[in-house]
């Protein structure tokens, strides 16, 4: 299945800055998935990254504070923008390994101060 | 839309003991049901899918679940929990149609030496 390299594996992020994580897939994949995990949470979809489109976000989270680039079908970056200690989380980048499983990266741990 | 629940945030079990971590879902369509574990400061690893065929599914680490149709679960267990296997376990559901995943909200196993 696919292998995900995700980075930075964990930061500590003044208020009021921003944060790009990156996720690199060892293969092709058409769609990437940005999750958030707060804590003492389950994950929640942040939003649908395509190739050659503009994301797709759920509701409740919006292109300005979440801003995506889906260059190429290996590479997606994720930037949490104009953090606040709200945007702790954990947060995850997965794609579709198989025709019916996710493989998820090791995910960022953010603490923002 | 789908929808997983966890009814227990916490299972603790001695080691040694048969271990269950309940998990229930609602879909429209055909259910594509998951387990993935999250270790403390790691990312999601996968653990199981059913698909279709065998409702018992057998997984990494010793771990097995069971689809029950009629009563909409998927079960987790293990027939003799490992201190080693003390971790946050989701159950995730996608239907037949789409792509994203639906998470449950987690339940915390705790093996006791």
């Known amino acids: 299945s696919a292998v995900i390299s995700q980075k930075p594996s964990r930061d500590i992020c003044q208020r009021g800055t921003s944060l790009t994580i990156q996720c690199q897939v060892d293969s092709q994949v058409t769609m990437m998935f940005w999750y958030r995990q707060q804590p003492g949470q389950s994950l929640t979809l942040i939003a649908t990254?395509?190739?050659?489109?503009?994301?797709?976000?759920e509701s409740g989270f919006v292109i300005d504070k979440f801003p995506i680039s889906r260059p190429n079908l290996t590479f997606s970056t994720l930037t949490v923008s104009n953090m606040s200690p709200e945007d702790s989380s954990i947060y995850l980048c997965?794609?579709?390994?198989?025709?019916?499983?996710?493989?998820f990266g090791s995910g960022t741990r953010l603490t923002v101060v | 839309a789908q929808s997983v629940a966890q009814p227990e945030d916490q299972v603790n079990v001695a080691e040694g003991n048969p271990l269950t971590v309940k998990c229930t879902y609602s879909v429209s369509g055909n259910p594509y049901l998951f387990w993935y574990v999250q270790y403390p400061n790691r990312g999601l690893q996968f653990l199981l899918k059913y698909i279709t065929g065998d409702n018992l599914v057998k997984g990494s680490y010793g771990f097995e679940a069971e689809f029950n149709k009629s009563q909409t679960s998927f079960h987790l267990k293990k027939p003799s929990a490992l201190v080693s296997d003390s971790a946050l376990y989701f159950c995730?559901?996608?239907?037949?149609?789409?792509?994203?995943?639906?998470f449950g909200p987690g339940t915390r196993l705790s093996v006791l030496p």
């Open positions: 997965s794609v579709v390994a198989e025709p019916y499983g996710y493989t």
């Open positions: 990254a395509n190739q050659g489109s503009e994301a797709t976000y």
């Open positions: 995730a559901v996608r239907d037949s149609e789409g792509q994203n995943f639906v």
